[in-house]
Structures are given as structure tokens and as C-alpha cells.
């Protein structure tokens, strides 16, 4: 039986995205793959629909780096009202509670080191947290009750940029895991006044930032679909990397785990490989030795 031939194209590589609000991540994704005429394609973290900014997508190979863009720092803009709380701790929702009470300026910032470092953080009702098997915002939406556990989360950088009695502005750097719509909603209730977001800006993911990203304007006019194109080993940039010759790069390739020479070899952790300027293979360095949890299947 003949196999049908896929019409789709072979894409290598990452797509920084500058995602408009109103937009899924899922639905951008479906455009991009449209536009690139890809096979496949996913995207490092999910930026809600009213949120704007860097939304790293993958294709191709490139989808085998996505947990470590995933998993690298995050940076956000973002704007709370003071005065109402809402179930979903954006402007999205219905308001659940509220305060004539707006904090004072002094109150706000003494307030912000307890919320920076490793702490203790429980996510959003309407978030994307499984439970059992399902979405916590499914449940949400069918009326149920959802009791998430707080989780730690790592908030590097909390500062307020603009503030005026009913809305305050701030810059937000965090690890993996951390709620912007959390932070608005646990201020707002440890000063007494609630609040949720009415703004938010994602300005990095991992080795992303906003230099590195294209609108979809700008990735749609001509030339523009080529020039937004960065390489599989973008996603890469925050690994350690190793060199090696082709002989070694074809034996990683096979799944062969290959010995580490060289003053500059490393001791241990995750690694990858390159020859040519080309990723190989990443994986664990044990003994010595690199290896390999994935391949990658590029030319070099």
C-alpha cells in the first residue's frame, strides 16, 4: 500500500513571537504553521490570551529543545487595579470582592520583599494546573470548586515602574511556575484592597527576548518568514556545549555514549553536543562520558 507524501514543509528552528493579546497560544501556533508550512510545531510556555509579548515556538527539531527554553527565566510587565478581586485575577472575570481601600505607595513597596525569593505561591483558579487529570480553569468554568496546593516558585526581581492610586505598574523576574495574576491577587489581599491584572507583557523566555521577535506582520511581509527563522541551537544557548569531530558526532547519533577529553570537559550535568555549528545530541555527562537522551537529525 502506497503511502501518501506529506505536502508539508521542513522546518527547522524557532519562531520568537511577538503573540497580540486576544490570541491562544495554540491558536498562534496554528497560524505559524500555516504561514511556514511546517509539520510540526509547539511553543515554550503559554502566554494567556489577554497577555502580549515573547511566545518562543518551535519547529521541527527545534521542538526537542523546548524544555529547556521552557524552563529557563521569565520577565513581565504588568499592570494591577486596585479596588476588586476577581475568580479568574484578571479583568476577564466576574468580581468576587471588593475595597474602597487603595494602598498607599509606602505600604506597597514595604510589602514587595515578602513576595521575592523562594516562596510559597498557589496558583490561579483559572490556570492551567492538571488535577486529576483535567485543567484547573475546566473545572473552574464548570462551577467546581478547585482547592490547588501552594507550590514553591523562585520571584528574582519584583519592582513597582509607575503607581497611582488605583492602578500600579511593575516589572516581574521569575523562574518556572510563577503567576503573575497570583502576585496581583496576594497583594491585593495582604494590603487590604484586592486586586487583579489588567495589563500583562512577556518579555522573555529563557535565551528569548523582545530583540529576538517578530509580529506576525512583520513574519507575514515579504522575506519576513526567513528572517524570523533562528537556528535549533537558539534554544540551546543557556546549555553547555561541547565540541566534536564528525566520527564522535555520528557515534552520539547512534544513542553511543561518547568519553569527554580535554581540560575543559565538563564534570556532570546536561550537555550538548555540536559539530560544525550544529547541535548532535544533548544529554547527561556520567563519569565522563556524555549520554545521550536525544538526538538531533540536522546536517552537517
Not at 510545531?41 to 515573547?54: E, F, K, V
Not at 491585593?188 to 500583562?200: I, K, N
Not at 555514549?257 to 544529554?283: E, H, M
Amino acid at each position: 500500500m502506497n503511502q501518501r507524501r506529506s505536502n508539508r514543509n521542513i522546518v527547522d528552528g524557532w519562531i520568537v513571537l511577538d503573540k497580540p493579546i486576544g490570541m491562544t497560544s495554540t491558536h498562534a501556533v496554528s497560524r505559524l504553521k500555516r504561514i511556514y508550512n511546517g509539520k510540526k510545531a509547539g511553543h515554550a510556555g503559554t502566554l494567556d490570551p489577554l497577555a502580549s509579548g515573547i511566545l518562543p515556538v518551535a519547529f521541527g527539531e527545534a521542538t526537542k529543545t523546548v524544555p529547556f527554553v521552557q524552563d529557563g527565566e521569565k520577565a513581565y510587565l504588568f499592570t494591577v487595579r486596585w479596588g476588586a478581586e476577581t475568580d479568574t485575577d484578571d479583568s476577564e472575570g466576574a468580581v468576587v470582592r471588593t475595597s474602597e481601600t487603595r494602598p498607599e505607595t509606602a505600604a506597597l513597596t514595604a510589602a514587595l520583599p515578602g513576595f521575592i525569593g523562594d516562596i510559597m505561591q498557589t496558583p490561579p483558579q483559572y490556570s492551567a494546573i492538571k488535577i486529576a487529570g483535567e485543567r484547573a480553569y475546566d473545572l473552574a468554568r464548570d462551577g467546581e470548586t478547585v482547592a490547588l496546593k501552594a507550590r514553591p516558585v523562585t520571584i528574582h526581581r519584583l519592582e513597582i515602574l509607575e503607581t497611582t492610586p488605583d492602578e500600579t505598574k511593575f516589572v516581574m523576574e521569575c523562574g518556572k511556575g510563577a503567576y503573575v495574576r497570583a502576585i496581583a491577587r496576594d497583594l491585593g489581599r495582604l494590603l487590604g484592597c484586592f486586586g487583579h491584572v489588567t495589563a500583562l507583557r512577556r518579555t522573555r523566555v529563557g535565551p528569548f527576548t523582545e530583540d529576538d521577535s517578530f509580529t506576525f506582520e512583520e513574519i507575514e511581509s515579504e522575506g519576513g518568514a526567513a528572517d524570523a527563522l533562528l537556528s535549533v541551537e537558539a534554544g540551546l544557548t543557556e546549555v553547555p556545549c561541547v565540541v566534536v569531530d564528525r566520527d564522535s558526532a555520528a557515534r552520539l547519533r547512534r544513542g553511543n555514549s561518547l568519553i569527554l577529553r580535554g581540560r575543559d570537559a565538563p564534570a556532570g550535568g546536561i550537555i550538548y553536543a555540536a559539530c560544525g555549528g550544529v547541535p548532535v545530541a544533548f544529554g547527561e555527562v556520567v563519569e565522563g562520558a556524555l549520554e545521550p537522551s536525544r538526538v538531533f537529525n540536522l546536517p552537517f
